[in-house]
C-alpha cells in the first residue's frame, strides 16, 4: 500500500492506495481517527480489491486545512465526493464506520452517481447525532476556543482517560493503540485543532442533518449492506434495522464481541460485508 497526497479545495488530504484492478473500495473513517482504523479490513480486501483510505481533516490528520475550508458534515461529504471525482473513482463500494458512516449518508443525500454500493458499520444516525455520551462530550469541547480545547485534549495521552466512556471506551474493545496514536497530531499542531473544533462545532450547529439525510435512503436503489455490533453502545443497534428497512437493497449483519469500531475489533466481518456488498448481487 502506498500512501499519495491529493490537493482538494479544503487542502492536501493524505491516502492510503492499495493499486490493484480489483473492485474499487473507499473507506471512511470517524471523528477523531484517521486512514488507520481500516489497515486491517484493506489487509484483508487487498488481494481482490482496490482500496483507498482518506484521511479526512476530523481532527487526526497531519496536514492542516485551509482556514476557509468548509468542515461542517455537508462539507466533509462534499469532500469525500470530490475525492472520488478527482481521482476519477467510478462504481464505488463507499464505507463508513462511525462518522465516516454519517458522511456516506450525507453524500446519498447529495446524489452519490459514483457510488455503486454502500456498506454503513455502526454509525451516527437520524437522532443520534452526535452519538452517544461520547460524542456528546466531544462535541461540548469544540465550545473551547483552539489552545483551550489542546489542553483537554491533553488528558487523552493517559490510556485510563482514553478508556472512559466519554472517550474511546465505548468505541472499541481492542484497539486502544490505534487511538492512542490518532491523538497525536491534535496534541501537537495547532492547525489540527483548529480544524477539529471548527468540525466540532460544525456538528452543533447541525444536529438533524441525518435525520433530513435519512428521507433520500429509500431513494438509493443501489446494493447496500448494514454491518452493526450487536451491542454497541454508542449506535443504538435499532438504528441499524432502520437504516437496513429503509435502504431498498440492504442486508442487515449483525457482529457480536465487538464495540462501534468493528474495523478494529471484527476486521474480518465487516471485510466480509464489504467483500459482499463489492460483488453486486
Partial sequence: MTTEAIELSAGTIDYQDTGGD????VLLHGLLMDATLWDAVT???????RCLVPTLPMGAHARPMREDADLTPKGLARLVGEFLERLDLRDV???????????????????????????LASCDAYDNFPPGLTGRTV???GKLPPALFGLFMQQM?????????????????????????????ILSQAGVRRDAVKVLRGIAADRHVLEAAAESLPAFDRP???????????????????????????????????????????????????????ARP
Wanted: aromatic share 4%.
Fill in 157 to 185: 495521552r493517559i490510556k485510563p482517560v482514553r478508556r472512559l466512556p466519554i472517550a474511546f471506551g465505548w468505541l472499541t474493545k481492542r484497539g486502544d493503540a490505534v487511538t492512542a496514536r490518532w491523538m497525536r497530531p
Fill in 93 to 119: 463500494t463507499l464505507v463508513g464506520n462511525d462518522t465516516g458512516g454519517a458522511l456516506v449518508q450525507l453524500l446519498i443525500a447529495q446524489g452519490a452517481e459514483r457510488v455503486g454500493a454502500v456498506v
Fill in 139 to 141: 462535541v461540548m469541547t
Fill in 43 to 49: 489487509a484483508e480486501l487487498r488481494s481482490g480489491h
Fill in 224 to 278: 447496500a449492506r448494514v454491518v452493526w455490533a450487536e451491542r454497541d453502545r454508542v449506535m443504538p443497534p435499532d438504528h441499524g434495522r432502520r437504516l437496513a428497512e429503509a435502504l431498498p437493497r440492504a442486508r442487515l449483519v449483525v457482529v457480536p464481541d465487538s464495540y462501534t469500531l468493528l474495523a478494529l475489533d471484527q476486521p474480518g466481518a465487516l471485510a466480509e460485508a464489504i467483500r459482499d456488498a463489492s
Fill in 22 to 25: 480489483g473492485p474499487v473500495v
